[in-house]
C-alpha cells in the first residue's frame, strides 16, 4: 500500500527535523523552506496533506495557503506556527486550513491530526 505524502514547509531546520522524527516511518515526507517551494511542490506532486508555518522568507505561509487551496482544494492544511493567535488562526481558517497549532507542538497531537485528515476521506 502506497504512503500518503505528506508536505513539510517550514524555514526552521530543526522543525523539520522533528516533524521528520515524528512522520517519517508512517508517511512519505517532502520537504520546502519557504511558500514559493510548497506551491510549486503542491504543483507538481500528488500531497495529501501540508503541514507549513506562517512567517516564512519569500512567501509566507498564508499566502502559500491560499494558492494551495486555488490550486488543489482537497490538499488538506495544518498551520504551524510560534505566535498564538485568534486572528491569525480565523484567518487561517477563512483560507482553508484544517487546523492551527502553535510551537511547541506534541507529537501526538500532530500524529492525530495527520491521521484523521487522512482517514477523513478527503485527502
Known amino acids: 500500500m502506497k504512503k500518503a505524502n505528506i508536505l513539510i514547509c517550514d524555514d526552521e531546520k ?4 522533528t516533524l ?4 517519517g516511518g508512517e508517511y512519505e515526507l517532502s520537504y520546502a523552506t519557504n511558500g514559493e517551494e510548497a506551491v510549486e511542490h503542491v504543483k507538481a506532486n500528488d500531497v495529501g496533506v501540508a ?6 522568507p519569500k512567501m509566507n505561509g498564508m ?3 491560499r494558492k494551495i487551496k486555488e490550486l ?3 490538499v488538506r492544511v495544518v498551520i504551524i506556527t510560534g505566535y498564538e493567535s485568534t486572528d ?5 481558517i477563512n483560507l482553508g486550513a484544517d487546523d492551527y497549532i502553535t510551537k511547541p507542538f506534541r507529537q501526538q497531537k500532530i500524529l492525530t491530526q495527520v491521521r484523521a485528515l487522512l ?5
Open 14 to 17: 530543526g522543525v523539520r527535523e
Open 20 to 23: 521528520k522524527h515524528m512522520l
Open 51 to 56: 503541514i507549513m508555518d506562517i512567517k516564512m
Open 63 to 65: 499566502e502559500a495557503l
Open 72 to 74: 488543489k482544494p482537497g
Open 88 to 92: 491569525v488562526a480565523t484567518e487561517a
Open 119 to 123: 482517514d477523513s476521506g478527503k485527502a
